[in-house]
């Protein structure tokens, strides 16, 4: 059965400082998705990155970057140059597609505060 | 704004009632998806259907049902409600039904059982 581990409940930094958020996953699947959301105070879920297992080149966007390895089955994810507002809690989410439509499993999530 | 809305915002009633959530996907989309966010459970896949038809079922109780109607408008009912079905209630839509699709969610409804 597909999973998801965040094992960082709780993330504290200052303002400007990169931060990793850890995302590791396990599936028996060949073919599936990776997802990034995040969930800021306001409670939305803000949807931020899709990769699937056939493409492990890592992603950057802005202050965001998605490092994807399939050896360790991470999907971690860096901001750069943290900010007050990338303060939320950030979930890492799997769906595995070989086999039919499966739903998204979501991880326990990371909380992140960004202290000015 | 995800182009996902779901009505009301907050509910709050009492254990063995019965509620309605309301969801109304992005333009287009096909697909909508049920989710509870609770403290201790997290974030649970309940339901998905697509074009009025149910696709994938998760953890839903059988005290919850739900369903897509012609225009796409989804709704969730929770009926013999318990203290402890309070929890955050999220739609998301996506335009396909495969898991390959990124959902985009609603605001959610905080459900409060007093």
């Known amino acids: 059965a597909q999973k998801v581990t965040q094992a960082q409940t709780e993330i504290s930094v200052v303002e400007k400082e990169d931060v990793t958020l850890d995302c590791v996953y396990e599936?028996?699947?060949?073919?599936?998705?990776l997802f990034w959301y995040k969930q800021p105070p306001s409670g939305e879920l803000v949807f931020l990155i899709r990769?699937?297992?056939?493409?492990?080149q890592n992603e950057i966007s802005g202050r965001y970057s998605w490092n994807f390895q399939k050896s360790t089955s991470s999907f971690n994810f860096t901001i750069t140059a943290s900010q007050v507002v990338d303060s939320a809690v950030y979930f890492c989410a799997l769906s595995e597609g070989g086999s039919g439509n499966t739903p998204l499993v979501f991880g326990k999530g990371t909380r992140l505060s960004v202290i000015a | 704004d995800s182009g996902v809305t779901q009505t009301p915002k907050h509910l709050i009633t009492a254990t063995g009632q019965r509620v309605t959530l309301r969801c109304s996907p992005r333009?287009?989309?096909?697909?909508v998806y049920w989710y509870q966010q609770s403290l201790d459970q997290g974030l649970q896949f309940l339901i998905q259907y697509y074009n009025g038809e149910e696709r994938a079922k998760g953890n839903i109780l059988e005290r919850f049902s739900a369903q897509q109607f012609p225009d796409l408008h989804s709704e969730l009912n929770l009926s013999s409600l318990e203290l402890g079905d309070s929890a955050l209630y999220f739609c998301a839509s996506s335009p396909g039904g495969g898991s390959y699709n990124e959902q985009f969610f609603g605001p959610g409804t905080r459900l409060t059982v007093l």
């Open positions: 599936t028996r699947d060949t073919t599936y998705y």
């Open positions: 333009s287009g989309d096909l697909s």
């Open positions: 990769r699937n297992s056939f493409d492990e």
